[in-house]
């Protein structure tokens, strides 16, 4: 499975991007897809995940902020920010695994053995 993130970029402040993740190579029909985003000093930490199902969660930090969305061929991980404040400037990143006998899609990067190279978001105030 490769990953190719996009759509990173500076915003300021109260503004809007949209990051997209294209999915190719091999496709599973069950899985788990998020966005993870990692500042530097700071540990990787998950921001939103979707399954094959469409099920979403968000960490707190985004929730009602950020939007996850997937089309459907499942190629295709899409993260609708908006409200954008300084907090969030990271390096996001998209990562896949297979959902295989599991319920809710987890939050720790260390389970996720695919990932994109990451695209760049910086919020200024």
């Known amino acids: 499975v490769q990953l190719v993130e996009s759509g990173g970029g500076s915003v300021q402040a109260g503004g809007s991007l949209r990051l997209s993740c294209g999915a190719s190579?091999?496709?599973?029909?069950?899985?788990?897809m998020g966005w993870f985003r990692q500042s530097p000093g700071k540990e990787r930490e998950w921001v939103a995940l979707i399954d094959d199902l469409g099920r979403a969660s968000y960490a707190d930090s985004v929730k009602g902020r950020f939007t996850i969305s997937q089309d459907n061929a499942g190629t295709s991980l899409y993260l609708q920010m908006t409200s954008l404040q300084t907090e969030d400037t990271a390096a996001y990143y998209c990562a896949e695994v297979r959902r295989y006998m599991i319920e809710s899609c987890p939050g720790q990067p260390g389970d996720y053995p695919y990932w994109g190279q990451g695209t760049q978001v910086t919020v200024s105030s």
């Open positions: 190579g091999y496709s599973y029909s069950r899985y788990c």
